[in-house]
C-alpha cells in the first residue's frame, strides 16, 4: 500500500481549525477529517434520547444503538450519519458544542471513535482536527499541529462569524461558553487536550486566515513535499 500522509491539527474550541484545515485539505487533495462532529453527533443523538450527557450509566446503556457514519459529498464536504439519517446541520448548536463536550469526557464514547478516526487516516491522506489527534488518534502523524489563540480572540471571531451570518451574539456569553469548553476539554481525564510533545505550537492570535494558511503550509512543506 502507497504511504499515507496525515495531518494532525488539535487545539481549543475557535482556534480556526476548521477553517484551515478545510483550506489546506482543498489545495493538498486530502481528506478533512473534523472528528469534533464525530463527538457532535453522538451528543445529539443522546440528547434526542433524553439522556444527559453526564450520565455515564445512561450513555453506556444507549451508546450501542448508535452507529455514526462520515460521509463525504462531491465538494469534499464531510456529512455525518446518526443510524442513517444525515444530521450534518443539527449538530451545529451551541448546546450540542457543550453536550458533545460533556460526553466525549467518557471512555465508552472515546473507545467506540477511536478506530473509526484511525481507519479513515490508514486508507487515505487526511488532514484531521480535534482534541486528541496528535497524542492518541495519530501519534504517528506526518506533521502535528497545535493551533491556539487566546479565548477572547476565539470569542471575538465566532462573535463576528454569527454576525456575518446575520445570526444574534453576546461577546461575553460565547466568552463564557469558550472558557468552559477549555476547561472541561483540558481537564478531563482520558485523552484530554493538550499539545503533543512533537507538535509545532502555532498562535494564531495575531494573524488572518491567510497567514495562519501561509504558515501551516511551511510547517507542513518541512514533511510532505508540497
Ligand atoms: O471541534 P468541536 O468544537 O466540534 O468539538 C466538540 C467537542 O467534541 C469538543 O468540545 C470536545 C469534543 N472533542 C473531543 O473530545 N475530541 C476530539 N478529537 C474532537 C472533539
Known sequence: MEKKYSIAIDGPAGAGKSTIA???????????????????????FLDLLGISPKDADGVGRYIDELT???EYDETGKQ??????????DEIRTQDISQKASLVSAHKVVRDMLLDMQRDVAKHNNVIMDGRDIGTVVLPKATVKVFLSASPEIRAQRRTDELIAKGQK???EQILKEIKLRDYQDSNRPIAPLKQAKDAVLLDTSNLDIAGVIAEMKR????KIPL
Open 22 to 44: 478545510k483550506a489546506l485539505a482543498k489545495e493538498m487533495g486530502y481528506y478533512y477529517v473534523d472528528t469534533g462532529a464525530i463527538y457532535r453527533t453522538v451528543a445529539y
Open 68 to 70: 455514526v457514519g462520515i
Open 79 to 88: 456529512h455525518m450519519i446518526m443510524n442513517g439519517m444525515d444530521v450534518t
Open 169 to 171: 451574539a453576546n461577546f
Open 219 to 222: 510547517i507542513v512543506g518541512e
